[in-house]
């Protein structure tokens, strides 16, 4: 008699692809609503009208119609004279400009007129942040995680999905409306209610994060885990990258700040539709497994239980993978989210094009985190690829710091250096967490990392906003901001690279201690 011998679905390469493929386009989603609104910064920090130009500049409404107004004050071309009505894409506008003392005439064309919001950097700096305001103060992450090991995949995940989903559409309606001078929490209403949606939003994507993560490992271990994980974080660039590159087009097209969130909010329920057809999969995958387990008269694994926990508080290793994913981190998405506005005022990059430069970012990383991770499953060296990773992030931080070599093309090398170490640690550090945490915790791990994590993408945003406004914005002496100097904020970026190659150093020492196998190959020959 012929015997057959079961197989778990996730050995048919075909299959765990698909999940993984599956999987990462709901997280893609995610990830273009996290940083949707980073190309709008210098639009939501405008008052009024913005006015673009065919040639690429830009300038608020308010100023180019006390600049027409001056003009036709002056009786120089009274028949041509401009109201705030007219501004409109096609319009030509004229005025006079006093440059270096002497007079000039500018005529320009509209391209496109867009609605500022007249938020302080200060408020751009919170809204930012909110994206982990629930994950860190309600302890939301955490919980997440536990729910995750608790739960399961599959419930946790269309839980999370869904909550993105809403979280984006209270986002949208929130900068959709006008609420005057009313206020909420003692904020300005358009600006708390915009934060809560991202809040809402931020706590369903770092559940998602942690859901999927579990999801790569239950599908990929012993097989191509890094190179799995790898092309998730790839896909989730591609969402980062078309936001970045996407977004100021399309506000400036539609006239309003809402419309790349609406898109966004469109995609996330495409994101969460796309979950549930994962959910058929892995319902097969766990049949699959248990048909194994059964044949080869093996138990279930052990549930997860809370006293599971201890195990992970207790190792120095995962402590220092947070520490080293808290400082990573806080030097690359809050500096996104503040990246088009310092290519704008340092750089002199046109607005146009000014949120291109950040998007090089996640494009060069689409190719690199899989080779990475790829190169990790193979040959190992996970430890040394973070420390390199870290040193190159503290480079780029310094050179953006430097007051000198303010050239666009200068800023566009060292986004592309950032983009190689922003593969580099992600494709050595998410697939290492495996080697220290086993499965049963994964999610409780995952979490707790994220966790930390959060606590930075919070406050680094809150605090650059913060240093931004008092230390870094430059005012004539009429109080009129007339530009931005990035020293201060940039040489906090660069301490936190500085952080990083300390803690992937010691993580590496830690390694060569407890034999975690971080310098070795993920695949089993
Ligand atoms: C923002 C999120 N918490 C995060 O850290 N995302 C990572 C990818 C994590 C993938 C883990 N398998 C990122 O680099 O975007």
């Known amino acids: 008699m012929k015997e057959t011998i079961q197989k778990r679905l996730s050995d048919s390469k075909t299959a765990r692809w698909t999940a993984l493929f599956i999987v990462s386009f709901t ?9 949707v609104m980073s190309p709008l910064e210098n639009l939501l920090t405008t008052k009024g009208q913005v006015v673009y130009f065919t040639d690429d500049t830009s300038m608020p409404a308010d100023s180019l119609v006390a600049k027409v107004n001056y003009f036709s004050s002056e009786e120089m071309l009274s028949n041509s004279l401009l109201t705030v009505e007219q501004l409109e894409e ?92 009313a206020q909420l929490f ?52 591609i969402g980062t990258a078309v936001a970045l590159a996407v977004s100021l087009p399309v506000a400036r097209w539609m006239g309003d700040v809402s419309y790349p969130v609406l898109f966004g909010a469109i995609l996330l329920c495409v994101g969460f539709a796309s979950y549930m057809i994962y959910c058929v999969m892995d319902r097969k995958e766990d ?46 998405f809050p500096f996104l989210k503040f990246a088009t506005k310092l290519m704008i005022y340092k750089y ?70 950032l983009g190689i170490a922003f593969s580099l640690v992600p494709s050595a550090m998410w697939p290492s967490v495996p080697k220290i945490i086993p499965m049963k915790q994964l999610g409780s791990a995952y979490a707790t990392i994220f966790y930390i994590q959060n606590i930075g993408l919070t406050m680094v945003p809150w605090l650059i906003g913060w240093v931004i406004e008092h230390f870094a914005t430059l005012r004539n002496e009429a109080g009129v901001i007339v530009g931005y100097d990035y020293t201060a904020p940039m040489v906090i970026f660069a301490v936190f690279g500085l952080c990083a190659i300390l803690i992937s150093t010691l993580l590496r020492v830690e390694d060569s201690k407890k034999h975690y196998g971080l310098e070795e190959a993920n695949m089993k020959k």
């Not at 997280?27 to 940083?35: K, N, V």
């Not at 708390?192 to 239950?218: C, D, Q, W």
């Not at 080779?371 to 420390?387: C, E, K, N, P, Q």
């Open 27 to 35: 997280m893609m989603c995610g990830y273009f609503l996290t940083d």
């Open 90 to 181: 096609g319009s030509k506008v004229q005025y006079y400009e006093m440059q270096n003392g002497a007079q000039t005439q500018t005529e320009k064309t509209i391209s496109s007129v867009a609605r500022g919001e007249g938020w302080s950097s200060t408020e751009y700096g919170f809204f930012s942040g909110a994206y982990g305001l629930i994950n860190v103060f309600l302890l939301m992450l955490f919980f997440g995680g536990v729910i995750l090991d608790k739960m399961g995949i599959r419930f946790t995940g269309m839980m999370s999905s869904g909550l993105m989903f809403m979280g984006a559409l209270i986002k949208w309606y929130a900068l959709s409306s006008d609420f005057g001078d």
């Open 186 to 237: 003692g904020m300005d209403m358009q600006v708390a209610l915009a934060s809560l949606g991202f809040a809402i939003f931020g706590m369903g994507a770092e559940i998602t994060g942690i859901t999927a993560s579990k999801v790569i490992v239950k599908w990929f271990a012993g097989k191509e885990l890094a190179l799995a994980m790898g092309l998730q974080v790839a896909m989730a660039r």
């Open 287 to 332: 049949a699959s497994a248990a048909a194994v387990r059964m044949e080869n008269g093996e138990t279930e694994e052990e549930g997860f239980k809370l006293s599971d926990l201890k195990l992970i508080f207790c190792s120095k290793g995962f402590w220092l993978i947070n520490l080293l994913c808290l400082m990573f981190y806080a030097g690359v």
């Open 348 to 417: 002199d990059v046109p607005e146009s094009f000014a949120g291109l430069i950040p998007a090089l970012l996640p494009f060069g990383t689409i190719l690199l985190t899989p080779v990475f991770g790829s190169l990790y499953d193979r040959i190992g060296r996970g430890a040394t690829l973070m420390i390199i990773g870290s040193v190159m992030l503290t480079v780029v931080h310094v050179l953006f710091a430097l007051p000198v070599m303010n050239y666009w093309w200068f800023a566009v090398i060292v986004m592309i250096v």
